[in-house]
């Protein structure tokens, strides 16, 4: 069984029927406010001079199932952003922990979801299913994209191509919604990036969602689900699933988790004015 007292910080649990979901937080990243746009001057204080964002990901345990949902940043990203990749999955001693996980959901390609599954030029998972949405997949690795990105985009898809190239022989496409079977659907939820998908757990009368980067900033984003992000694929997409992913988390009461909470707990969404509120459980 994976050892899951590994986090910078005390890990957050809870059970769906079944299921046993952990909180594996990868430390942190600092954003720039500069990455929001079409902030009041009040939203603007609040993530000024930066936003912090979380870096959750997530162990489901699911009979003998270990299932990785994301797997932070690994050294990649520490340049920029040094309190990311605290995982350090690349550990010697996480060797068991590695070997221990069955299937990889990768809720979209972005290096700080997907650095942890790769060190230097190799897969740290080999055996896993690793789960991706084919849009997303064929995006990120179409050949001709670094060529027809906008220049400052260009070093972020190379990295990601970089990533991709060791795992593609663990990759299993889906298109659309999807059955992993013992009560774990992945939903797609674009427009953070076109392939982004969100995993529901179901077990028993409970439920539980994994909404990866639907929400980046609880600062901002829960009170106002229009403020755009500068690194979503297409920003007005983006607003439209968050907000019908928001009416529906409120309407039915599902507990929730995001990536870049500050927090790792587990919540529900309540009502507060013209926006939305986070309750840790």
């Not at 959750?56 to 299932?67: P, S, V």
């Not at 599902?254 to 939305?276: D, M, Q, S, Y």
Request: glycine share 8%; with cysteine.
């Amino acid at each position: 069984m994976l050892d899951t007292d590994i986090a910078p910080c005390p890990t957050a649990a809870t059970t769906v029927g079944d299921l046993t979901v952990t909180a594996l937080p990868d430390g942190y990243l600092d954003i720039p406010a500069a990455y929001f746009s079409n902030l009041t001057p009040e939203e603007a204080e609040r993530v000024t001079p930066a936003a912090r964002f979380g870096a959750n990901t997530w162990l489901i345990e699911a009979g003998d199932r270990r299932i990785l949902v994301d797997a932070g940043s690994g050294h990649w990203l520490k340049e920029r952003f040094p309190a990311s990749g605290a995982l350090d999955w690349a550990g010697d001693d996480r060797a068991r922990d590695r070997a221990d996980i069955t299937d990889i959901i990768v809720t979209h390609m972005h290096a700080d979801h997907i650095g942890g599954l790769v060190a230097g030029a190799a897969s740290l998972f080999p055996q896993a299913e690793i789960h991706v949405q084919a849009v997303e997949w064929d995006f990120w690795t179409d050949e001709a994209l670094p060529t027809s990105a906008p220049e400052d985009r260009r070093p972020l898809i190379a990295l990601i191509q970089s990533l991709a190239a060791p795992l593609k022989n663990q990759i299993r496409l889906h298109s659309g919604e999807t059955d992993l079977g013992h009560g774990i659907r992945l939903a797609p939820a674009p427009g953070h990036t076109p392939g982004h998908q969100i995993v529901h757990l179901s077990s028993g009368p409970d439920q539980l969602l994994l909404l990866a980067d639907t929400v980046v900033s609880d600062a901002l984003q829960f009170a106002n689900p229009e403020v755009r992000y500068a690194l979503d694929s297409d920003p007005d997409q983006a607003a439209v699933t968050r907000k019908k992913l928001f009416e529906r988390l409120t309407a039915d009461g599902i507990p929730f988790a995001a990536t870049h909470l500050a927090t790792e707990n587990f919540g529900v969404l309540k009502r507060l004015g013209e926006g939305f509120c986070f309750q840790p459980l």
